[in-house]
């Protein structure tokens, strides 16, 4: 079976993001510094929550304070809450970088930031980037993550086995080596040698399905980040979504197909063997464990490729992939009771040849219930999983720089942080970027450094000494949305973003914690 990977971004329940949002208000600093000051990516997954009190209203800009001995961590509204709460006279920009002005902007909404009086000898507000940003252009994609022991790179996709293989190939060589003892007996103790070749012969097979999965994607030009083999089978992850039902179900259907197709090869290859034999009891022993792949992989419930067939089926008829994907996933969740019950019931039972009561033993049956336990405990999760990842890939595209990124005012490398933390207020901006004498951006000053500086140092502490020096891969065009978004920050690993325009004017700076809370948002938005 195989999973793919995908993220989003919600609007606020009570407020439509627009093209042009309203400017984040001003830096508010009420506790200590975060303690996650080391840069990190956006999530890929569901990421925790945070919770923390309102921004303070933009009616009564006030410097922050940060007191040492609170325990409370910095906290900040997201973009939309602050659009959707900001007073009727809160002042209003279309997110391009503030004007550093001493008095408060006055209220205007139209699509180029007012100066405020008493800015005379200024700019206008606006610094430029570097020329050299262009729309779009991610910085060199981040080194592959890991997964475990990297066995190698077919079709230049790297393949992993995870920790957890080692566990369940120690099982197979325990179970397979008690029936060769009743089958082979003259064995002895070299059973579990032949076991253990089994195991790896069995699990040669779960990569060349997944390897199906690959060639499949790859031709349909979807992306792959990496074939896991682990607990249960193996995972190939396809970071795209295929554009067409059609295409889903060959994806999907490729790899059961060929697992049937290697268990014909086996029963061919029984043949000429003779059967009381180690190599006719391996190649019976393969026959029948990709017979099985097959025929467990069809079953039509996600994250099983037969789910994500009958997900196929459901979007082409409706022309919603979001209903295959809801239909699928709760006919994969019914498919893991059906297995937590069913499966020691038909064991007990004797429908595999386990021979009922007389045969079975109590530590037969618990052994039973545990493996339908665990196999049951993986379908629910990964229907799960199936339905999150489809949510966040429905909001995808509502994830888009210019709406998430915070107001900013330029400010030159020798400002006090209290001044430049009182123009922040005064043009109700949440960020801080320190440019050169021309206004050219150098670096970025950090909130959680500021947290960390208390109130009655800030006169005589420069911004330049708690600001993060801009690299390529921190300029972020503020065209850029959804995946192509989410490709850049991974690629850069930071807490804050230089967001510019087209043309290369600062638009404003995106934290990576806005970010994250999108994640949040739509994980937990309905559908």
């Given at each position: 079976m195989d999973v793919s990977g995908g993220s989003g971004q919600p609007r606020s329940e009570n407020a439509e993001p627009t093209e042009h949002p309203a400017g984040p208000t001003a830096p508010t600093t009420d506790g200590r510094p975060d303690p996650a000051d080391a840069p990190t990516a956006p999530p890929e997954t569901e990421a925790p929550a945070r919770t923390g009190k309102p921004a303070p209203s933009a009616e009564e800009p006030t410097e922050p304070t940060a007191g040492p001995e609170t325990d409370e961590a910095p906290e900040t509204a997201t973009p939309e809450d602050t659009r959707a709460?900001?007073?009727?006279?809160?002042?209003?920009?279309?997110?391009?970088?503030?004007?550093?002005?001493?008095?408060?902007?006055?209220?205007?909404?139209?699509?180029?930031?007012?100066?405020?009086?008493?800015?005379?000898?200024?700019?206008?507000?606006?610094?430029?980037?570097?020329?050299?940003?262009?729309?779009?252009?991610?910085?060199?994609?981040?080194?592959?993550?890991?997964?475990?022991?990297?066995?190698?790179?077919?079709?230049?996709?790297p393949v992993y086995v995870a920790p957890s293989w080692f566990l369940v190939a120690a099982l197979i060589t325990w179970v397979f080596g008690g029936q060769l003892d009743r089958v082979l007996p003259e064995l002895g103790a070299a059973r579990y040698l032949v076991s253990l070749f089994f195991a790896v012969a069995f699990y040669a097979s779960v990569l060349v399905h997944e390897l199906a999965h690959t060639v499949a994607a790859i031709r349909f030009k979807l992306p792959v980040r990496r074939i896991q083999?682990?607990?249960?089978?193996?995972?190939?992850?396809?970071?795209?979504?295929?554009?067409?039902?059609?295409?889903?179900?060959?994806?999907?259907?490729?790899?059961?197909?060929?697992?049937?197709?290697?268990?014909?090869?086996?029963?061919?290859?029984?043949?000429?063997?003779?059967p009381g034999t180690v190599p006719g009891v391996l190649l019976a022993g393969l026959m029948v464990s990709n017979l099985i792949v097959a025929a467990f992989n069809l079953l039509p419930g996600l994250p099983l490729d037969g789910g994500r067939m009958l997900r196929a089926v459901v979007w082409k008829i409706t022309g919603r992939p979001m209903s295959g994907t809801v239909a699928a996933a709760w006919v994969g969740r019914a498919l893991a009771v059906s297995v937590l019950i069913g499966l020691p019931l038909l064991n007990y039972s004797g429908a595999f040849g386990g021979g009922g009561e007389d045969t079975g033993g109590g530590m037969d049956t618990v052994t039973d219930a545990l493996l339908a336990a665990i196999l049951a405990a993986i379908i629910w999760t990964?229907?799960?999983?199936?339905?999150?990842?489809?949510?966040?890939?429905?909001?995808?595209?509502?994830?888009?720089?210019?709406?998430?990124?915070?107001?900013?005012v330029p400010v030159e490398t020798d400002t006090p942080l209290s001044e430049a933390l009182r123009r922040a207020n005064a043009a109700g901006a949440r960020a801080l970027v320190v440019v050169d004498a021309d206004g050219n951006p150098l670096s970025l000053v950090r909130e959680a450094a500021i947290v960390g500086v208390p109130e009655h140092r800030r006169p005589w502490v420069a911004v330049s000494g708690l600001a993060q020096d801009l690299t390529e891969g921190m300029r972020v065009s503020a065209e850029l949305a959804g995946e192509d978004l989410l490709d850049v920050l991974r690629a850069t690993p930071a807490t804050e973003y230089l967001v510019v325009e087209e043309t290369g004017e600062i638009y404003g700076v995106l934290s990576a914690a806005d970010v994250e809370r999108a994640f949040v948002r739509a994980m937990a938005r309905p559908s």
């Open positions: 709460d900001a007073p009727a006279d809160a002042p209003v920009s279309d997110g391009r970088t503030a004007s550093p002005a001493d008095a408060p902007v006055p209220d205007t909404r139209t699509d180029k930031p007012t100066d405020a009086p008493g800015t005379s000898g200024e700019s206008e507000g606006r610094a430029l980037a570097d020329s050299g940003m262009s729309k779009g252009r991610p910085p060199q994609r981040p080194k592959e993550p890991g997964g475990g022991l990297l066995m190698g790179r077919p079709f230049g996709v083999l682990q607990f249960f089978g193996g995972v190939s992850e396809i970071e795209k979504e295929a554009e067409t039902p059609g295409r889903e179900f060959v994806l999907a259907f490729v790899g059961p197909l060929l697992s049937l197709v290697l268990s014909g090869v086996f029963y061919l290859a029984m043949q000429p063997v003779e990964g229907a799960g999983n199936s339905l999150r990842m489809a949510r966040l890939r429905e909001h995808l595209p509502e994830l888009r720089a210019r709406t998430l990124t915070r107001r900013a």
